[in-house]
């Protein structure tokens, strides 16, 4: 039996009063493309920033390559060498360049040589097509640009797993097939993935996994085809004819 | 009140015209007697800088010190910060000036420690603290502008919290906390005019000494405040051209 990448088990979850996941069991194998989709609010977010603990849950158990998420250092160590994460707001270091903000992880947390790091870094910046603003700040960059130099910061530690939470939600529609194209050649090379997004015809495209969650839990999942064409639950067939509705 | 401060500015007014309250001679740069005196006076301004300068390095950098535990996730750590900063900030810098320059060495004594204080760093021990509660709160207020995001980043490519903080969060910071940090400078050299009672001979420990020779205060102290004026407006400038750079630099 091959070791899950991702393992969620029974996790519970309270901001404050308020219970923000309710029971999720999520497993994730190594090459699996999960998708996840939900209305605002409904905890998609949550759960991806509870696996690579930006968040801590209460109750229930995580894995991450094996590991149990118990906040220890060994965890944390785990999660980072394993996990990458792609942000909504694309959370580039606004004071350095592309380029520094590729080779600080590789250099800070990994000890590698600049001459290594930055042959790294030119590697992931040829793979999301953009190795000639290297040496512009994230501000002179368009947003798809910058969402493409962030999915490079992250593979440039070379992880097993990408978290993609609504990455393509804070950018203009014209840029956002650039982004997607991306991730999808990611996908197609056989990475790991749980993206959250709203993007249908996308997540189509690339998942092997649906996950439906409303209210802090996991209503729904399945195959795509499944999914898209016969939704088992009332919530999943309502969300779909409102987001497929244009 | 209006009444009041009429009768103020008249009395003013007419002060300053009849020449037998001013007596300029003690500080006249022509005479031999009242360029001796300047020269007495203007030479404390090397102390009052030096106090300053060396009393604002150390509370930037204690002001960082006590500002990263206000800046914890976790309360206990949190409460280590706030306690440091409400109880500094409550003590007046000159009953704090007398109990490090008199108490302090009776405290030394009594674990065994012959050390003395004199007058000069007892009171760069007392503005140092004292005005390391403000840059703690600068710092504080300068690194909680900087969004969350950029932390959650650097977690994500495997920073350590010190690590964080050196190449990201600081180096953005900085730009925030530089101008109000220059300006709490002009804080510390006004306050340093304390030092002045515990016999440290800076600007206004000069002038006191000055008016018990020659008997002339209103020349002596309007010359005392009129050198900290060109002292805080020579910062002030500087201060608006960081300000500058530093908004320039941003903008780029």
């Not at chain 1, 980072?80 to 350095?96: D, I, K, T």
């Not at chain 2, 003590?91 to 003395?116: A, E, T």
Request: aromatic share 8%; charged share 20%; glycine share 8%.
């Amino acid at each position: 039996m091959t070791q899950d990448a991702i393992e969620m088990i029974d996790v519970d979850k309270w901001f404050g009063d308020f219970q923000v996941l309710k029971g999720i069991n999520l497993n994730v194998k190594p090459g699996d493309r999960v998708v996840i989709c939900g209305p605002s609010g409904s905890g998609k977010s949550t759960v991806v920033r509870c696996i690579n603990r930006l968040e801590t849950h209460q109750k229930g158990v995580i894995r991450i390559g094996g590991v149990v998420q118990d906040g220890s250092a060994k965890a944390l160590e785990a999660i980072r060498s394993e996990v990458g994460m792609v942000f909504q707001q694309f959370n580039l270091f606004p004071h350095l360049t592309v380029m520094e903000n590729l080779l600080l992880g590789p250099m800070k947390a990994r000890g590698l040589s600049r001459k290594d790091a930055e042959a790294r870094a030119m590697k992931y910046l040829e793979r999301v097509r953009i190795p000639e603003q290297a040496h512009k700040r994230p501000g002179q960059l368009s947003g798809g640009q910058q969402q493409r130099v962030a999915i490079a910061r992250s593979l440039c530690m070379e992880p097993k797993v990408m978290l993609f939470d609504e990455p393509t939600s804070a950018l203009d529609p014209e840029m956002i097939s650039e982004v997607l194209d991306v991730i999808v050649e990611l996908a197609v090379e056989g990475m790991t993935m749980v993206v959250v997004t709203h993007e249908m015809g996308f997540a189509r495209k690339v998942a092997d996994q649906m996950v439906f969650m409303d209210e802090g839990e996991i209503v729904e999942t399945g195959t795509p085809e499944e999914f898209f064409t016969a939704p088992k639950s009332q919530r999943t067939q309502t969300f779909l004819k409102q987001i497929l509705s244009h | 009140m209006r009444v009041l401060f009429s009768l103020a500015a008249l009395l003013v007014l007419s002060g300053c015209g009849s020449s037998d309250i001013w007596g300029w001679y003690v500080v006249n740069p022509m005479t031999p007697a009242g360029w001796t005196n300047i020269k007495f006076l203007v030479n404390g301004m090397g102390a009052t800088i030096l106090l300053s300068l060396i009393a604002a390095s150390i509370s930037m950098v204690l002001g960082l010190i006590v500002a990263l535990p206000g800046l914890s996730e976790r309360r206990g750590i949190r409460v280590i910060n706030r306690v440091y900063v409400e109880f500094i900030r409550a003590i007046p810098l000159l009953p704090m000036l007398f109990w490090v320059f008199y108490g302090l060495p009776i405290v030394f004594k009594s674990m065994g420690l012959n050390i003395q204080i004199d007058p000069f760093w007892g009171a760069i021990i007392t503005l140092a603290l004292s005005d390391s509660a403000f840059t703690a709160e600068i710092y504080r207020a300068g690194i909680q502008s900087i969004a969350k995001g950029q932390t959650e980043a650097a977690k994500t490519i495997g920073l350590s919290y010190i690590q964080t903080m050196r190449y990201v969060i600081l180096p953005q910071a900085i730009r925030r906390i530089l101008p109000p940090l220059a300006n709490q400078f002009i804080y510390i050299v006004k306050m340093s005019a304390f030092a002045s009672v515990i016999g440290m001979q800076e600007l206004t420990r000069r002038a006191n000494e000055l008016v018990v020779t020659e008997y002339r205060p209103l020349e002596i102290y309007t010359l005392l405040i009129v050198e900290y004026l060109v002292l805080v407006l020579l910062i002030s400038a500087g201060v608006r051209w960081l300000e500058r750079k530093m908004g320039s630099d941003e903008r780029g």
